[in-house]
């Protein structure tokens, strides 16, 4: 069964890729009750991690699915403004890699580590599941941190970890990091929308925001700034006082935390009348993806709007063009402007990099970034096929901070 509910927005809460999966999964609404008393308890809770281990299994297949597809050509866009990596000497050692399940499922990992001891055949790459603030690993990857992980990190290390921009998150592969897609019911007659209007129509007034773990008021907005009927944004006729009817994910998951921080510039305050949808288990015992219900409800609302990848797209939904922040020139979802970031709801992948008291990364550990951000890395980006990479100036600003 699908559930839909409205909340308001100060329910929510920060979490890891790796906690967000097991929250994701065990907070599935599963009408499981059994009888009263403890017997039936029991029996809820063994009923729950049965639904959670399922949802587990299938989260992983689905991953593993593409996880060795090339969903785009190895020869797509030419890296050679990028620069080539050369060894100046040659290194040994071993560099710690943790939480990086993407990349080794993927083909990338295995391209870096063959290539780099191409150079330096000493190295030796060693894999766990720890995280960064353990201190047991140099590196790890994965989505944006949260708050809750930079405020970890700074409270266990005193210090923040470096962040390193790897690749542009995919175009509309899912599980890899796809860009935001727009979509409205098919007989809206909107022709796009920016930034600023959909943070009065997702958004609420808000105070300010976070930037990292620290608190600022750059966020900060009123109740003027909301977006809640139609003709707010010029549709007249049928459309005037039709409230627009926000759909999105439940927010305690993980991945409206990246649409909090391109589109509310770090804000965490939501519509109040939001409806979220979960990845749940049917009666029948399959999945429903929280993309395809939410999108589907757009389909058959003709008020709706949803934030998605553009996997979820559906012939009853058309999705829109976006202009930047402070911008009305709209730009289309495509492939290009995607991997050249202009439009701008794109995502990014991270590494997470060990740093000193003294803010240095330890050199052979600078020495595998470089590479990672060189043309041979950001090339065994593309022979994969589904995240993108880099451009020239994004690279660039990366290698400033290794520097």
């Not at 040994?92 to 943790?98: A, V």
């Not at 470096?162 to 690749?167: K, P, R």
């Not at 977006?227 to 627009?244: A, S, Y």
């Not at 590479?371 to 994969?384: C, E, F, P, T, W």
Request: glycine fraction near 10%.
């Amino acid at each position: 069964m699908l559930q839909r509910a409205a909340i308001r927005s100060g329910n929510r809460a920060s979490c890891s890729s790796r906690a967000m999966l097991s929250s994701l999964l065990l907070a599935a609404s599963l009408a499981l009750a059994g009888p009263a008393g403890a017997g039936g308890a029991k029996q809820d809770e063994a009923a729950l991690q049965r639904a959670a281990e399922q949802l587990v299994a299938d989260h992983l297949k689905s991953v593993g699915k593409r996880s060795r597809q090339q969903f785009y050509a190895a020869d797509r866009w030419d890296l050679s403004d990028l620069p080539e990596y050369r060894a100046e000497r040659r290194l040994g050692g071993t560099i710690r890699i943790g939480k990086a399940k993407y990349l080794r499922l993927s083909s990338v990992m295995e391209q870096w580590e063959a290539e780099f001891r191409k150079f330096h055949p000493e190295v030796v790459f060693e894999h766990s599941q720890h995280d960064l603030v353990t201190g047991l690993v140099d590196i790890v990857q994965q989505r944006g941190y949260t708050f809750a992980e930079w405020q970890q990190s700074q409270l266990v290390q005193g210090r923040y970890p470096l962040e390193i921009e790897m690749s542009t998150g995919a175009y509309d592969v899912p599980g890899y990091t796809p860009a935001f897609a727009i979509f409205v019911n098919k007989d809206n007659p909107v022709k796009g929308l920016s930034i600023d209007q959909l943070d009065g129509i997702f958004g609420g007034a808000r105070t300010g925001g976070f930037n990292r773990h620290v608190w600022t008021t750059a966020p900060a907005r009123g109740r003027d700034k909301n977006i809640r009927t139609w003709d707010q944004l010029g549709l007249g006729g049928d459309w005037v006082g039709k409230e627009i009817n926000v759909n999105g994910r439940p927010l305690k998951y993980h991945i409206q935390l990246y649409f909090e921080r391109k589109v509310f510039d770090g804000g965490s305050i939501w519509n109040e009348n939001k409806r979220e949808w979960a990845h749940q288990l049917q009666e029948d015992g399959t999945r429903a993806l929280s993309s395809v219900s939410m999108v589907g409800a757009v389909g058959a609302d003709r008020y709706g709007i949803v934030y998605a990848d553009l996997n979820s797209n559906i012939p009853e939904v058309k999705y829109l063009p976006i202009a930047p922040r402070g911008s009305s020139d709209y730009v289309e979802l495509t492939l290009d402007n995607v991997r050249e970031r202009r439009y701008p709801l794109f995502l990014e992948n991270y590494l997470y990099v060990q740093q000193d008291k003294d803010g240095k990364v330890p050199p052979l550990v600078a020495e595998f970034l470089r590479y990672v951000l060189s043309r041979q890395g950001q090339q065994a980006i593309q022979n994969d096929g589904k995240w993108l990479p880099l451009t020239a100036k994004v690279v660039e600003e990366q290698l400033g901070k290794i520097e």
